[in-house]
Each structure stands twice: as C-alpha cells, then as structure tokens.
C-alpha cells in the first residue's frame, strides 16, 4: 500500500520560513517524480514545485521561484519544501504528489495546513 505523509506546517508570520516533509512508502520511490502542490480555500489545486526522479531537475511555479526549493532524499525516501519569505498568499492545504510517467501511476499524501498571518 503505496502511503505519503507529509509534515511540517504551521502557523508562520509573514517573511518567516517553514519547511515541509513527504514521506513515502509502498513505492520505488527513486523512479517517481515528486511534486507539491497546494490548495487555498475556494482556489483550484496548483503545481508549487516539482523534483524530477534522481533530482535531474527542478522546476516550480513562478509565484514561489526565488522563495521555495524542492529537494529529495532518496535513500530516506524523502521529499522536502524549503518556504523562504512566506506571503499571506502562500496559505493553503500543501500536498504531496508522487508520478510515474512510464506508467501512469500517481499517488498523492493528505496535506499538511500552511498559513502565514500576522
């Protein structure tokens, strides 16, 4: 049974920094793509940041670039999200979504709840 579980959120002030854990198990987890998304409230779910399998390359939304850095730990089957400078509008449900071109598979964690308030 293929679970990811994420971790990390909080109640941050805004310009703080968080990080986010995802952790897998049930899967060769070096042979997915991990991403993160996020979740506002009465917003459609958006791609955040996404890590290619061996870390080949990154890419991420243009509302986060130069703030959040994705990055994995494939012996640990970890993925992380480094949040610099939060913004009021970073506040979301944040997820994490493993994929598996090859094959279609994809699967995806509960969230983890951001929220960047004064």
């Known amino acids: 049974q293929v679970q990811l579980v994420e971790s990390g959120g909080a109640l941050v002030q805004p310009g703080g920094s968080l990080t986010l854990s995802c952790v897998a198990s049930?899967?060769?987890?070096?042979?997915?793509?991990m991403n993160w998304y996020r979740q506002a409230p009465g917003k459609e779910r958006e791609l955040v940041a996404g890590?290619?399998?061996?870390?080949?390359?990154?890419n991420y939304a243009d509302s986060v670039k130069g703030r959040f850095t994705i990055s994995r730990d494939d012996a640990k089957n970890l993925v992380y999200l480094q949040m610099n400078i939060l913004k009021p509008e970073d506040t979301a449900m944040y997820y994490c979504n493993a994929q598996r071109t090859s094959n279609g598979l994809e699967y995806w964690g509960q969230g983890t709840q951001v929220t960047v308030s004064s």
């Open positions: 049930g899967l060769t987890f070096s042979r997915y793509t």
């Open positions: 890590i290619t399998s061996a870390g080949g390359s990154t």
